[in-house]
T-cell receptor, first 116, second 113 residues
Framework: GAGVSQSPSNKVTEKGKDVELRCDPISGHTALYWYRQSLGQGLEFLIYFQGNSAPDKSGLPSDRFSAERTGGSVSTLTIQRTQQEDSAVYLC??????????????FGEGSWLTVV | SQQGEEDPQALSIQEGENATMNCSYK?????LQWYRQNSGRGLVHLIL?????REKHSGRLRVTLDTSKKSSSLLITASRAADTASYFCATDVSSGNTGKLIFGQGTTLQVKP
């Protein structure tokens, strides 16, 4: 696709349920990032993929959060047993190479998660 | 603690005025990027400045970088109402093999027509 695609765009779930958020990066981009943004706040880094491996998953808040990437393309962020504090926008981004090499990262429109 | 912190948190100006936003960071970097976000949607890349550069221009945008002070500024000249958005700086970390960008808290800019 032309840009980073995320689904669902909006998700309301009950506390305790599991949710899956999907990210389809720009074709050919080897690096993929997940960030979380609470209302009116900055972006909180969650995890970074290079290909299918995750060299840095230091931002995952707890063991309820996990992410995988298959085929060097689509990534899924899974939140188990959701809590109200998980409510946020989950932003996915991709880049041709690592950001540290000066590559621009391109963001999707985000998945708005509300836990009630 | 945050790698990047923007100042001010909020800025309100009249159309036609210049807007200056500052960013400070803590560790050595390879490059610093500025992004814009409209109403909580996805971020859009504005400009990248490398650690060996001091100033960069793109249209009405001017970015400076002072690595000795670990700070950067974004200047928007002749602002327009359409410039109303949140602006974030993002830095990498030059040590280690981490590929992530760390974002600051952002500056919310309001340009009044």
């Amino acid at each position: 696709g032309a840009g980073v695609s995320q689904s669902p765009s909006n998700k309301v779930t009950e506390k305790g349920k599991d949710v899956e958020l999907r990210c389809d990066p720009i074709s050919g981009h080897t690096a993929l990032y997940w960030y979380r943004q609470s209302l009116g706040q900055g972006l909180e880094f969650l995890i970074y993929f290079q290909g299918n491996s995750a060299p840095d998953k230091s931002g995952l808040p707890s063991d309820r959060f996990s992410a995988e990437r298959t085929g060097g393309s689509v990534s899924t962020l899974t939140i188990q047993r959701t809590q109200q504090e998980d409510s946020a926008v989950y932003l996915c981004a991709s880049s041709l190479g690592v950001a540290a090499s000066g590559n621009t990262i391109y963001f999707g429109e985000g998945s708005w998660l509300t836990v009630v | 603690s945050q790698q990047g912190e923007e100042d001010p948190q909020a800025l309100s100006i009249q159309e036609g005025e210049n807007a200056t936003m500052n960013c400070s960071y803590k560790t050595s970097i390879n490059n610093l990027q500025w992004y814009r976000q409209n109403s909580g949607r996805g971020l859009v890349h504005l400009i990248l400045i490398r650690s060996n550069e001091r100033e960069k221009h793109s249209g009405r945008l001017r970015v400076t970088l002072d690595t000795s002070k670990k700070s950067s500024s974004l200047l928007i000249t002749a602002s327009r109402a359409a410039d109303t958005a949140s602006y974030f700086c993002a830095t990498d970390v030059s040590s280690g093999n981490t590929g992530k960008l760390i974002f600051g808290q952002g500056t919310t800019l309001q340009v009044k027509p």
